[in-house]
């Protein structure tokens, strides 16, 4: 209730307190109007293009902040930009990190490059926001979402470059693509008439990583020229990345012998230790102290190397007469991964002994052996020596490749001084294809000592036994896949723009129009483990011990003093030369569970208007409007049927329709002072790998399944936004903002326990470790069943600040600094409650609560300097977290990242920079606390991963000629 009635008040405090100071302002300190936007088909602002033009002498970082800032002030919904410093001078080198500075918008980084990939708005799902190009929707993926199907856009497929602009909408407006339920981000290319003069751009970088310790070159140029009525550009940019990572990993948490014993398992994996073993001493503990204490599910050092190329192609060919602007646009990307992964450590889930005949440390006779174990007393963590351990020495060797073509032609037509038409067509495809090969090899039943001393990144393990003789090495293991992953879109949309008189001096600018948009994706996936491990068998263990070597695949990794520094492996070349994932997953190892093709046909149609006019003396502008959609989609997959479960094609559609209405207004309170409200409706569709696919087990070294329903339906939302934004200075704002969001028909995963057996699938569906010497898993192997309905309403609220200022009245040399800064708090939003096993409930968010970003600059004469820090709080790990019996609460811990850069331009044609990313070497990680608080917060301690990316530096050079 207090949140409530200080969001109604604050906007009438604001007012009240700087309307005085407001009108006192001179004239002249109005903020400028956007320049005019020769984008015929980008959705508007609803604010009038023909605004007058004000000289704005800013250049560079400054420059394009006053752009963007002005574009926010003439829109009536609430849209924030991105501008181009200058054609071909996007702010950051990626789009996505741009985008973090608007309040709102929290960024999620690919874990192999920490480049940023995807966004979040307001603290909902990727999937929730939606992407266009120049209007059009796109998808593409990346990297590790490759095969998840999910609806989005993975912004690292493109160099910053290849854009000139991007709008971000939080608001609904009826012209705007339906489907971003947390909001629209458009990207804009450039086009020859933006710059109606000859350009030539150009920048040549080299970048290097600390962690990697390689320098990698990028490079980019861009033509840009017109002659009378036509105009031509052509960009390209090439950039290269090697990026390595490095930590701890326990790869699905704690438990203890307590919980791990029962049936069912309480916690994340079952554990038992071996006190009937000869070897076994309590160290003076009792037995039920040592049940109690927690181990981690695997103990385990963890490397990764990711080689990183990226090729971008922009191009318009434009022409341009007093009364008809067209434009032929393409883009091209081409991103390619090379990744190398490698893990060493003892594996403690499913350690049990049942048979001690069994051979020592496998299957039947696992059970840790405490010999001289001790207890943290403020983590309940159980370290010191063990008997019968097995160790896990493992790599990863994983290609993917994305590519992404689009062409659009873009009409516009002015009938008359008050009518204008404007059409487009656009087609954009994407395939992205991963594969990889998983080979271990273990040592079993040996005596090992594990301790994590002050450093949970970089624990300590010894044993007396070689890591490094093959001969000590058995139990070898390997798994291979393959997943393509395509997106395909069609799209034509008109419109007609109609200026209009309205009694009172009140004027009215009409839009209204169709659109037909159709896109499908393919889900193509292949799993040859079953292959391979006839190869793997024929092999045997002296011949894939051959094949070993100490010497490991990845150089420049930090594993701290405690841990070895050499093991027995298997390089990139051996493992692909024994067992190609290429050649291992042939169209015979097709997974149908896995595999669908959906395709969606949306027709809308819309009308909306502005209206501009005076309400006692202050300009008051409003749109008004409304969007029908009908989608209809049409599913391929694959279905169990028959006695034996065999997968036979199943074809099944679905048709609904929305009608989505929206409202905004913007009020001039004062000359500075502007108060914005908008009302509105939207929906999101649940990501196709929930909808078209049957039971997949998305990770196959997680025993979480999840199982489709065609019969989901798009969730919906009513979204109240209002705002009061002081424009105090040119290039300068003060906003605070409330929004909320009502939630229906959510897409609400519900689990249930069942066994491996029940799901029909075959062993290769889950990787190596759970699998025995034979390639068989478990039938009754305990497994998460995640399935997917629409239900209940839930309540996205929170409230942004914003800031943004030149510091020009401080005296020389100062007057160059400036700042700006935007926070986001999110109420606590989860789709499930956490409770306790003894029934207490436990406030959890599944979003962060909060983020903020503050960036600070200097630009004097030729001297510029940026330091930006972005920062979001912690937030549950997964979609629908839950109490395992062990009452440890899963955290994505918050985090923050330093960059900056360094400019100097020694002429207009040639400028030295320097960029810095990540500079604060951000340790990314989960762990899991303790939701009773008896063993501390877990920050630190009990993680279930802690990795370290470096910092990379780019030294470089960009100019114009």
């Given at each position: 209730?207090?949140?409530?009635?200080?969001?109604?008040?604050?906007?009438?405090?604001?007012?009240?307190?700087?309307?005085?100071?407001?009108?006192?302002?001179?004239?002249?300190?109005?903020?400028?109007?956007?320049?005019?936007?020769?984008?015929?088909?980008?959705?508007?602002?609803?604010?009038?293009?023909?605004?007058?033009?004000?000289?704005?002498?800013?250049?560079?970082?400054?420059?394009?902040?006053?752009?963007?800032?002005?574009?926010?002030?003439?829109?009536?919904?609430?849209?924030?930009?991105?501008?181009?410093?200058?054609?071909?001078?996007?702010?950051?080198?990626?789009?996505?990190?741009?985008?973090?500075?608007?309040?709102?918008?929290?960024?999620n980084?690919?874990?192999?490059?920490?480049?940023?990939?995807r966004?979040?708005?307001?603290?909902?799902?990727?999937?929730?926001?939606?992407?266009?190009?120049?209007?059009?929707?796109?998808?593409?993926?990346?990297?590790?979402?490759i095969?998840?199907?999910?609806?989005?856009?993975?912004?690292?497929?493109?160099?910053?470059?290849?854009?000139?602009?991007?709008?971000?909408?939080?608001?609904p407006?009826?012209?705007?693509?339906?489907g971003?339920?947390?909001?629209?981000?458009?990207?804009?290319?450039?086009?020859p008439?933006?710059?109606?003069?000859?350009?030539?751009?150009?920048?040549?970088?080299?970048?290097?990583?600390?962690?990697?310790?390689?320098?990698?070159?990028?490079?980019?140029?861009?033509?840009?020229?017109?002659?009378?009525?036509?105009?031509?550009?052509?960009?390209?940019?090439?950039?290269?990345?090697?990026?390595?990572?490095?930590?701890?990993?326990?790869?699905?948490?704690?438990?203890?012998s307590?919980?791990?014993?029962?049936?069912?398992?309480?916690?994340?994996?079952?554990?038992?230790?071996?006190?009937?073993?000869p070897?076994?001493?309590?160290?003076?503990?009792?037995?039920d102290?040592?049940?109690?204490a927690?181990?981690?599910?695997?103990?385990?050092?963890?490397?990764?190397?990711?080689?990183?190329?990226?090729?971008?192609?922009?191009?318009?060919?434009?022409?341009?007469?007093?009364?008809?602007?067209?434009?032929?646009?393409?883009?091209?990307?081409?991103?390619?991964?090379?990744?190398?992964?490698?893990?060493?450590?003892?594996?403690?889930r499913?350690?049990?002994?049942?048979?001690?005949?069994?051979?020592?440390?496998?299957?039947?006779?696992?059970?840790?052996?405490?010999?001289?174990?001790?207890?943290?007393?403020?983590?309940?963590?159980l370290?010191?020596?063990?008997?019968?351990?097995?160790?896990?020495?493992g790599?990863?060797?994983?290609?993917?490749?994305t590519?992404?073509?689009?062409?659009?032609?873009?009409?516009?037509?002015?009938?008359?001084?008050?009518?204008t038409?404007?059409?487009?067509?656009?087609?954009?495809?994407?395939?992205?294809?991963?594969?990889?090969?998983?080979?271990?090899?273990?040592?079993?039943?040996?005596?090992?000592?594990?301790?994590?001393?002050?450093?949970?990144?970089?624990?300590s393990?010894?044993?007396?036994?070689?890591?490094?003789?093959?001969?000590?090495?058995?139990?070898?293991?390997?798994?291979?896949?393959?997943?393509?992953?395509t997106?395909?879109?069609?799209?034509?949309?008109?419109?007609?723009?109609?200026?209009?008189?309205?009694?009172?001096?009140?004027?009215g600018?009409?839009?209204?129009?169709?659109?037909?948009?159709?896109t499908?994706?393919?889900?193509?996936?292949?799993?040859?483990?079953?292959?391979?491990?006839?190869?793997?068998?024929?092999?045997?263990?002296?011949?894939?011990?051959?094949?070993?070597?100490?010497?490991?695949?990845?150089?420049?990794?930090?594993?701290?003093?405690?841990?070895?520094?050499?093991?027995?492996?298997?390089?990139?070349?051996?493992?692909?030369?024994?067992?190609?994932?290429?050649?291992?997953?042939?169209n015979?190892?097709?997974?149908?569970?896995?595999?669908?093709?959906?395709?969606?046909?949306?027709?809308?149609?819309?009308?909306?208007?502005?209206?501009?006019?005076?309400v006692?003396?202050?300009?008051?502008?409003?749109?008004?409007?409304?969007?029908?959609s009908?989608?209809?989609?049409?599913?391929?997959?694959?279905k169990?049927?028959?006695?034996?479960?065999?997968?036979?094609?199943?074809?099944?559609?679905?048709?609904?329709?929305?009608?989505?209405?929206?409202?905004?207004?913007?009020?001039?309170?004062?000359?500075?002072?502007?108060?914005?409200a908008?009302?509105?409706?939207?929906?999101?569709r649940?990501?196709?790998?929930?909808?078209?696919?049957?039971?997949?087990?998305?990770?196959?070294f997680?025993?979480?399944?999840?199982s489709?329903?065609?019969?989901?339906?798009?969730?919906?939302?009513?979204?109240?936004?209002?705002?009061l934004?002081?424009?105090?200075?040119?290039?300068?704002?003060?906003s605070?903002?409330?929004?909320?969001?009502?939630?229906?028909d959510?897409?609400?995963?519900?689990?249930?326990?069942?066994?491996?057996?029940?799901?029909?699938?075959?062993?290769?569906?889950?990787?190596?470790?759970?699998?025995?010497?034979?390639?068989?898993?478990?039938?009754?192997?305990?497994?998460?069943?995640?399935?997917?309905?629409?239900?209940?309403?839930?309540?996205?609220?929170?409230?942004?600040?914003?800031?943004?200022?030149?510091?020009?009245?401080?005296?020389?040399?100062?007057?160059?600094?400036?700042?700006?800064?935007?926070?986001?708090?999110?109420?606590?939003?989860?789709?499930?409650?956490?409770?306790?096993?003894?029934?207490?409930?436990?406030?959890?968010?599944?979003?962060?609560?909060?983020?903020?970003?503050?960036?600070?600059?200097?630009?004097?004469?030729?001297l510029?300097?940026?330091?930006?820090?972005?920062?979001?709080?912690?937030?549950?790990?997964?979609?629908?977290?839950?109490?395992?019996?062990?009452?440890?609460?899963?955290?994505?811990?918050?985090?923050?990242?330093?960059?900056?850069?360094?400019?100097?331009?020694?002429?207009?044609?040639?400028?030295?920079?320097?960029?810095?990313?990540?500079?604060?070497?951000?340790l990314?990680?989960?762990?899991?606390?303790?939701?009773?608080?008896?063993?501390?917060?877990?920050?630190?301690?009990?993680?279930?991963?802690?990795?370290?990316?470096?910092?990379?530096?780019?030294?470089?050079?960009?100019?114009?000629?």
């Amino acid at each position: 209730m207090n949140k409530k009635i200080l969001a109604a008040l604050l906007p009438v405090a604001l007012a009240a307190a700087y309307a005085p100071q407001a009108r006192a302002q001179e004239a002249g300190a109005a903020a400028p109007a956007p320049a005019q936007s020769t984008d015929a088909t980008a959705p508007a602002s609803g604010a009038a293009d023909s605004a007058p033009v004000n000289t704005v002498v800013v250049t560079g970082f400054r420059s394009s902040l006053q752009k963007a800032l002005n574009l926010k002030q003439q829109a009536i919904g609430v849209r924030d930009s991105i501008v181009a410093e200058d054609i071909g001078k996007f702010p950051e080198a990626n789009v996505a990190e741009s985008l973090q500075r608007v309040p709102g918008v929290i960024l999620n980084r690919d874990e192999s490059s920490a480049e940023g990939q995807r966004i979040s708005i307001r603290g909902l799902p990727t999937e929730y926001s939606v992407t266009t190009l120049n209007g059009a929707p796109v998808n593409t993926t990346s990297t590790s979402t490759i095969g998840s199907a999910a609806r989005g856009f993975n912004y690292d497929v493109f160099a910053s470059e290849l854009f000139g602009r991007v709008d971000f909408y939080k608001s609904p407006l009826a012209e705007l693509t339906e489907g971003g339920l947390g909001g629209i981000v458009d990207l804009q290319t450039p086009r020859p008439f933006d710059n109606p003069k000859r350009a030539i751009r150009y920048g040549v970088t080299a970048a290097y990583n600390t962690m990697s310790e390689h320098t990698d070159p990028a490079g980019f140029a861009l033509y840009s020229n017109t002659w009378g009525n036509w105009g031509f550009l052509i960009g390209g940019s090439h950039s290269g990345s090697v990026n390595n990572r490095s930590g701890f990993e326990a790869t699905g948490g704690y438990n203890s012998s307590f919980n791990g014993s029962q049936n069912p398992v309480k916690g994340n994996f079952a554990v038992a230790l071996d006190y009937d073993d000869p070897r076994a001493n309590l160290s003076g503990y009792t037995r039920d102290q040592i049940d109690r204490a927690l181990l981690p599910r695997i103990y385990r050092f963890y490397g990764s190397k990711n080689d990183r190329t990226r090729d971008g192609l922009v191009s318009s060919l434009q022409y341009k007469s007093g009364r008809l602007n067209v434009s032929f646009d393409t883009l091209y990307s081409k991103l390619k991964n090379e990744r190398d992964e490698m893990y060493f450590g003892i594996l403690i889930r499913n350690s049990k002994t049942t048979n001690r005949n069994a051979p020592a440390g496998q299957t039947g006779n696992n059970g840790l052996v405490p010999v001289n174990v001790h207890i943290d007393p403020a983590t309940n963590l159980l370290t010191g020596t063990f008997a019968n351990t097995s160790y896990s020495s493992g790599t990863t060797y994983s290609n993917d490749q994305t590519e992404f073509g689009y062409g659009a032609l873009n009409l516009q037509f002015k009938a008359s001084d008050r009518l204008t038409f404007n059409a487009q067509a656009s087609a954009n495809n994407s395939s992205a294809l991963s594969y990889q090969s998983t080979l271990s090899g273990q040592i079993f039943g040996i005596t090992s000592t594990i301790d994590y001393g002050d450093d949970h990144v970089y624990p300590s393990l010894s044993s007396p036994t070689s890591y490094t003789d093959p001969n000590n090495f058995s139990g070898f293991q390997i798994g291979t896949g393959w997943t393509k992953e395509t997106d395909k879109g069609r799209q034509a949309r008109a419109s007609a723009d109609w200026d209009y008189d309205l009694p009172g001096g009140w004027t009215g600018h009409m839009k209204t129009g169709f659109s037909y948009v159709e896109t499908t994706k393919g889900i193509d996936k292949r799993n040859g483990t079953s292959l391979a491990t006839a190869k793997l068998n024929q092999l045997g263990n002296a011949g894939l011990r051959g094949g070993m070597t100490s010497n490991l695949p990845i150089s420049n990794l930090d594993m701290g003093g405690g841990w070895p520094n050499a093991w027995g492996t298997f390089d990139r070349n051996y493992t692909y030369a024994t067992f190609n994932p290429l050649e291992y997953n042939p169209n015979s190892a097709f997974t149908p569970a896995q595999s669908f093709k959906a395709e969606e046909k949306v027709s809308t149609a819309y009308v909306q208007s502005d209206f501009k006019g005076e309400v006692l003396g202050r300009e008051l502008r409003m749109n008004a409007g409304v969007r029908y959609s009908e989608t209809k989609t049409y599913i391929d997959n694959f279905k169990q049927a028959g006695n034996n479960l065999t997968y036979a094609p199943n074809q099944e559609q679905g048709k609904y329709s929305n009608v989505l209405p929206a409202v905004s207004a913007a009020l001039d309170v004062t000359d500075s002072l502007m108060w914005r409200a908008s009302w509105g409706k939207t929906i999101s569709r649940a990501s196709l790998g929930i909808i078209a696919a049957q039971t997949v087990i998305p990770n196959q070294f997680d025993n979480t399944a999840t199982s489709g329903n065609p019969n989901l339906k798009p969730q919906q939302s009513k979204n109240f936004d209002t705002s009061l934004e002081w424009y105090f200075k040119p290039g300068s704002l003060l906003s605070a903002a409330y929004f909320r969001k009502t939630l229906t028909d959510a897409t609400v995963a519900n689990t249930s326990q069942t066994t491996f057996g029940a799901l029909g699938l075959p062993d290769t569906a889950l990787g190596p470790i759970f699998q025995d010497g034979a390639g068989h898993v478990d039938p009754n192997l305990p497994m998460t069943l995640r399935s997917y309905t629409n239900a209940g309403k839930q309540v996205l609220k929170g409230y942004e600040l914003a800031y943004q200022q030149a510091f020009d009245f401080l005296p020389d040399p100062f007057k160059g600094f400036g700042a700006l800064a935007s926070f986001t708090h999110i109420d606590p939003f989860n789709s499930a409650e956490w409770i306790t096993t003894g029934g207490k409930k436990i406030e959890v968010n599944s979003v962060p609560k909060y983020a903020y970003s503050t960036t600070g600059y200097y630009e004097n004469g030729p001297l510029a300097v940026r330091l930006s820090w972005n920062y979001k709080g912690r937030s549950l790990h997964g979609d629908n977290p839950k109490n395992n019996g062990d009452d440890l609460i899963r955290w994505r811990a918050a985090r923050g990242y330093l960059d900056g850069n360094i400019s100097y331009k020694i002429s207009d044609k040639l400028e030295l920079r320097i960029d810095a990313l990540n500079l604060s070497n951000t340790l990314s990680y989960d762990y899991f606390e303790d939701a009773n608080g008896v063993y501390g917060s877990g920050k630190k301690t009990r993680m279930d991963y802690a990795k370290y990316d470096g910092r990379t530096i780019k030294i470089g050079i960009r100019g114009k000629l």
